[in-house]
């Protein structure tokens, strides 16, 4: 039995990241003692085991969205304080492994004195994606772990290519129902934050292009963030109102996808595109642009979904008509969907990741 840390700045946000940590920590629990530490109290989003231990550093690390330079201020000002409290933290808890899941934690679990053979990281974005301090930190850092696992193609490659192991393991799906969409809703969906990185303002630009909305169809966007209330006069100033909806997370978004018939992502860049898997397991045909890295490890242009090249507006506007009104198609789509999926299932990725671990640590 190993005692693990599991590191990450909140487990409060409702986004990829966070679901697919919870389900790391699950993976783990049943033959190892766990270890949650994180930057807040907030509760977790998803659900953790009750008998994991969680313990938390009270550091301000929230950042201000719309200036670049504030936020660059704020995190080299907060990494010094943070690290001195994860080294006392250490000296109590005195781990064997600890886990973290972006860049600036690592750098901080490294600076509070932990060894890189130690550390487990798992990426949640494309490299592509990394300003140049995160890629640094990559460099630096990332050829010494003992064990990295990556969830795309194409950054796996990439890495192996630039002489950094790793092991290419998927995101794995907590959501796989009994019973899945019908696909006679007229509702088309997106989940993921409300950020510039997810172009949702480029998304209203391609609803509004389509014209489903004037045969019906209406958009709910699920989601919080800073961009929250540009989006909304957004909406308002293009005559959307009554076709489109925000609405906060929730716990229960199975029921929203089964509740939907289209899933829309627009993402700048992904790096797996949880919330894809997830759709398509509830048998929903997803859109989303050819963008770097996950969607194209997910969608098969044609078969279980739509994805366009990156750049493509009106293609992205065109296949969403076309879904939208070829029921025969849609539900072509979805059935091959729901098939696809399950090479995501939560019990295939959690034999995959123990499998690593086990080769790695024990």
Request: glycine letters at 6%; one cysteine or more; hydrophobic letters at 40%.
């Amino acid at each position: 039995m190993k005692k693990i840390i599991f590191y990450f700045n909140s487990m409060a946000p409702a986004g990829g990241i966070e679901r697919v940590i919870a389900s790391h920590i699950t993976f783990l629990n049943d033959a190892h003692e766990i270890i949650l530490i994180t930057k807040d109290d907030e509760p977790s989003f998803y659900s953790l085991p009750d008998n994991i231990r969680i313990y938390s550093l009270l550091t301000d690390f929230k950042l201000n969205m719309n200036s670049r330079w504030q936020r660059v201020a704020k995190i080299l000002a907060s990494t010094l304080g943070t690290c001195l409290a994860l080294r006392k933290q250490f000296k109590i808890t005195t781990p064997d492994i600890v886990y973290v899941a972006s860049p600036l934690n690592l750098l901080e679990v490294v600076l509070a004195g932990i060894n890189c053979e130690n550390i487990i990281v798992t990426e949640h974005s494309s490299f592509s994606a990394y300003n140049l301090i995160y890629k640094t930190i990559i460099f630096l850092f990332y050829p010494r772990l003992g064990l990295l696992m990556v969830p795309t193609k194409l950054d796996s490659n990439y890495y192996r290519k630039h002489g950094i192991a790793n092991s290419y393991l998927p995101n794995p799906i907590t959501i796989f129902p009994d019973h899945i969409s019908n696909l006679s809703s007229k509702w088309a969906i997106c989940v993921g934050r409300l950020t510039d990185d997810k172009r949702h303002d480029l998304l209203l630009d391609i609803w509004d292009s389509s014209g489903i909305h004037r045969l019906g169809w209406k958009l709910k966007i699920i989601g919080k963030g800073e961009c929250e209330s540009n989006l909304k006069n957004k909406i308002n100033a293009m005559n959307l109102s009554d076709s489109v909806v925000i609405e906060e997370p929730t716990p229960k978004i199975q029921d929203e996808f089964i509740a939907s018939s289209i899933f829309l992502l627009t993402s700048r860049a992904e790096g797996f595109g949880l919330v894809l898997a997830e759709a398509m397991a509830c048998g929903v045909p997803c859109i989303s642009f050819d963008c770097p890295s996950g969607p194209r490890d997910i969608i098969d242009d044609g078969k279980t979904g739509r994805l366009l090249q990156e750049g493509d507006i009106g293609g992205y506007a065109l296949a969403l008509r076309d879904i939208a009104t070829n029921s025969s198609l849609r539900v072509m789509l979805g059935l091959n969907a729901r098939l696809a999926a399950k090479k995501f299932h939560s019990e295939t990725i959690r034999i995959k990741f123990n499998n690593f671990f086990n080769q790695t640590f024990c």
